[in-house]
């Protein structure tokens, strides 16, 4: 197995991690024909979700009469 093989199937077990671990369900999504550019990209988009998601929890405690 060629090493950019062997990270661009790491990132796509990561990439299905996180997403199993947001949302509490497996998709059944073909990973493996995405590029590993585009790869990076949805895990920094699946970031930057979770962030906006604890972003907006805590706004919610701080100022629970702004919703």
Do not use: C, N
Request: glycine content about 2%; proline content about 3%; overall charge positive.
């Amino acid at each position: 197995m060629e090493p950019d093989e062997a990270r661009k199937r790491h990132l796509i077990a990561v990439l299905e991690g996180e997403i199993a671990r947001s949302t509490g369900r497996r998709y059944q999504l073909a990973l493996s024909a995405l590029d590993e550019r585009s790869l990076h990209e949805l895990q920094r988009l699946l970031r930057d979700l979770e962030a906006d998601k604890q972003s907006a929890l805590r706004r919610a405690r701080i100022f629970p009469w702004e919703r």
